[in-house]
């Protein structure tokens, strides 16, 4: 009975270190996109196609970390977790749009850049509102 205690404590144990560890990465994952649409939003604001560049290469490498992860639905907290295929498409539509906005920036055509810029805040407050229950 004492092992049976012993073995359980520790699946407890490590399965909590896991989850916090993967709650971790979830979190910095999000916080390093947030802070390319707020380079977005400052190189719009400003016309600084560096700041536009450089946000829209931050959300990429988030999106790209999030599809090394695998799996999405262990990626997604586990009150969630069932909207993993929205959460997959919003991934691609994500890297679409910023795709879009850099090469609308390149071009110079404001306006497509604006459209597209909204278009990927508009996906990511739409994955937020679905997975994070807002």
Not at 44 to 59: M, Q, T
Not at 98 to 121: C, H, I, P, T, V
């Amino acid at each position: 009975m004492k092992k049976l205690l012993t073995i359980t404590l520790m699946i407890i144990a490590f399965s909590s270190t896991a989850f916090a560890e993967q709650q971790k990465e979830r979190i910095s994952d999000m916080k390093h996109m947030a802070d390319g649409m707020g380079l977005i939003m400052n190189g719009l604001l400003y016309n600084y196609l560096d700041n536009v560049s450089a946000g829209v290469k931050y959300i990429q490498e988030g999106v790209n970390s999030i599809n090394k992860k695998g799996d999405l639905k262990t990626y997604l907290p586990a009150d969630t977790a069932y909207a993993h295929k929205f959460g997959e498409k919003s991934l691609r539509r994500i890297m679409e749009y910023s795709n879009e906005l850099e090469e609308a920036m390149q071009a110079k055509d404001y306006d497509g850049a604006l459209e597209s810029a909204s278009l990927l805040m508009r996906q990511c407050n739409s994955c937020h509102s679905r997975v994070r229950g807002w």
